[in-house]
């Protein structure tokens, strides 16, 4: 047996054997699963984004910008169990000693700038950069090259220098023996951003070229396509011999990964080697996100790639770092070497909602639905943010509602890995719900009142429905002088347990100073602007407030940016079915969320509890909420982690409300009417 045959043979015994543990292991990571390994990520900058293209930073002097880099060896894994030698470009400044990866390092420089690249070689024969699209590239030191001056086999070093003089996505690579050497990994993206009188600065947007090209600078995406034959790779390996016209790729790259493994983080511990990754990440487009994003797409390999989007379309605005008239394409064909530049929005057109606009059809009920291998994307509803059901066991990997459209190459043996489908040259497109992932109260608890009507159903929308709360009431056994200064309730229960507060009873307002959590309380008569009276056995004891919490489950670990909206309002009467408008003293409400990290559980266990933090403004807290409906949204400070539970309380999220009729005088009692609770997050 030849040995590319028996290379082919070994490649496709170690598909069939691994693929599935793999794809399974990928996909439970791709979701936020509890699965963590440990990996290689000092090649990227501190405080990488997880989803996006990463700029390796250099080092700025003046204008001037400097990259050290330096060839070197390693192994790429891919999704079917294999590793494929490699050679590629490492960032020399990292503190990772020159740690392998591919592709090489993303450069991103800024129009104008001089831009130095010093290459230091370990490679057995010499190699070079070619900076394709870059004018009067100068180098120093090295050796004379066919296309470049080249460092040395061994060791050898060659800097490399140029002006950015126009802005651009561009492809550097080696010039040296390029069908082997690109072949074997020495390759990367160079990007070069506009200056300031090119593109004004304006809050939260970026310009590829000019001010026409603006895209939100949050949602910026390379995809670097390549190919791996690995019979060619083996044969650098153990120093074979190897014909060029019999390439095969097998393998089908994109950011140096293969479908599934496309989609995990930046920097995953999955491919230590291979830190970029490549999920396209967008939300609708609206009046608060009217921004698009921006795919920079660059063909490393030697094959053109016909690649396109599922059920979107893209605008291009440029190729090989020269603008276009912009064009609307369903996929388009990148030729070997080529650049092309793209805007993507998703509008959501018909903005399907179970409530308001449903589909016009039924679903198909989810016991005829059957998933290959049980796991899937679909989040067992069809509309966008919701969640619905999936069949017993059916592992979901999706978070919260989103929607996946596959993007890939549809030359088909290239969706592939080592033939197997699907795989290889394959993406993923996200679309968030707008805001981001939100989430509806799942429970709802009365640590101090008492339900006057609705469930926790009432605050998932904004509605004509509500979730009512009383102030919690009991009765004096026995009657009351007005002297009196201790006094016994026949029940504490739905009372603070702690801290100083104000009860009713009758038209005069008492604290209790003492006795909290007993049914035999320390008071402090006449307060507020009343007068200490008799009251007779059986009197209503009212609290003048209450203290709600809604809880929300299932959110995944890592889920940041999270953001609190609350809607409601607060009523007169404690009786009947509308509301009565409050007249003066309008009730203070305070929005407050469990901080985890205090004392779980048991910390967000009373209205009083040390764990429940007041949401920071805007808008200031408290806040006067009387009878007409006010609505308020807080971006919650610091690590989502801390108001995540973890253990028992895994995914949740607890907010409280609390509202109190305490300003003089003779303040009655009210009850509060909770309209919409919501939370907006990023999910992992």
């Not at 709360?469 to 056994?477: A, G, H, Q, S, Y």
């Not at 049914?519 to 609290?543: D, N």
Request: with cysteine; aromatic share 8%; glycine share 12%.
């Amino acid at each position: 047996m030849s040995e590319q045959a028996e290379m082919v043979r070994r490649g496709r015994k170690a598909t069939m054997a691994r693929r599935t543990r793999q794809l399974v292991l990928a996909l439970a990571l791709a979701a936020g699963s509890a699965v963590f390994i440990p990996g290689h990520a000092d090649a990227l900058p501190q405080g990488f984004a997880k989803i996006g293209m990463v700029c390796t930073p250099g080092s700025v002097a003046g204008t001037t910008h400097t990259f050290n880099l330096v060839a070197n060896t390693g192994y790429a894994d891919t999704p079917d169990g294999n590793s494929i030698f490699m050679w590629s470009y490492a960032n020399h400044d990292a503190p990772d000693n020159d740690h392998f990866q591919t592709p090489g390092p993303v450069l991103c420089v800024t129009e104008g700038e001089t831009v130095v690249v010093n290459l230091t070689n370990t490679l057995p024969e010499p190699a070079s950069i070619v900076f394709a699209g870059q004018a009067g590239v100068t180098a120093t030191g090295g050796s004379a090259g066919l296309l470049a001056a080249e460092a040395p086999a061994s060791g050898g070093t060659v800097s490399y220098s140029f002006t950015a003089d126009h802005p651009g996505t561009y492809l550097y690579q080696s010039g040296s023996d390029p069908a082997k050497q690109v072949e074997m990994g020495l390759y990367g993206a160079l990007v070069v951003r506009p200056n300031a009188t090119t593109c004004p600065a304006v809050a939260g947007t970026n310009c590829a070229y000019g001010a026409s090209t603006r895209y939100d600078s949050g949602r910026e995406y390379l995809l670097l396509f390549s190919e791996i034959d690995p019979v060619l790779h083996h044969a650098v390996e153990t120093g074979g011999t190897y014909d060029l016209n019999a390439r095969r790729p097998r393998y089908f790259t994109v950011n140096g990964r293969e479908f599934p493994d496309t989609i995990q983080d930046n920097g995953t511990g999955l491919q230590p080697n291979q830190p970029y990754g490549s999920l396209v990440r967008l939300q609708p487009n609206t009046a608060a996100n009217p921004q698009p994003a921006l795919i920079r797409m660059v063909n490393a390999g030697l094959l053109n790639h016909p690649f396109h989007p599922h059920g979107n379309h893209t605008t291009e605005i440029a190729q090989d770092g020269r603008v276009v008239p912009p064009t609307e394409h369903f996929g388009e064909t990148i030729g070997s070497g080529q650049t092309l530049d793209y805007l993507i929005r998703w509008d959501d057109v018909d903005q399907w909602n179970p409530a308001s606009n449903p589909l016009p059809v039924a679903q198909p009920n989810y016991r005829n639905l059957t998933f290959k291998d049980g796991n899937t994307f679909y989040s067992g509803s069809p509309y966008l943010g919701y969640k619905g059901t999936l069949p017993t066991g059916t592992v979901s990997q999706n978070t919260c509602g989103e929607w996946y459209f596959p993007w890939h190459s549809h030359a088909l043996n290239e969706f592939a890995n080592f033939d197997e489908g699907f795989g290889g040259m394959a993406t993923l497109l996200r679309v968030d719900p707008a805001g981001g992932c939100f989430g509806a109260p799942t429970a709802t608890a009365i640590v101090g009142g008492t339900l006057k009507s609705g469930a926790v159903a009432a605050l998932t929308a904004d509605d004509a429905s509500y979730y009512q709360v009383n102030p919690k009431t009991t009765t004096r056994p026995t009657a009351t002088t007005a002297g009196q200064t201790t006094i016994t309730v026949a029940s504490a229960a739905g009372f603070p347990a702690s801290g100083s507060y104000y009860i009713r009873i009758q038209n005069e307002v008492l604290q209790v100073t003492g006795g909290q959590g007993t049914t035999t309380w320390a008071v402090a008569r006449g307060q507020l602007g009343t007068s200490a009276a008799a009251h007779p056995s059986g009197a209503t004891v009212t609290a003048l407030a209450n203290d709600w919490y809604a809880t929300f489950s299932g959110l995944p670990a890592g889920a940041a940016n999270l953001k609190v909206t609350y809607k409601g309002k607060n009523c007169q009467n404690t009786t009947g079915t509308t509301c009565v408008a409050l007249t003066g003293i309008v009730p203070q409400q305070t929005v407050q969320i469990c901080d985890w990290t205090t004392a779980g559980a048991a910390g967000c266990s009373s209205g009083t509890s040390a764990g429940w933090v007041t949401l920071p403004p805007p808008p200031s807290q408290p806040q006067a909420v009387g009878s007409t409906e006010v609505s308020s949204t807080w971006t919650l400070p610091g690590p989502g982690s801390a108001y995540i539970g973890t253990g028992t309380h895994k995914g949740e999220v607890r907010v409280l409300v609390h509202t109190q009729r305490w300003t003089a005088p003779s303040p009655t009692a009210f009850s509060t009417w909770g309209n919409l609770m919501k939370i907006v997050y990023d999910a992992p």
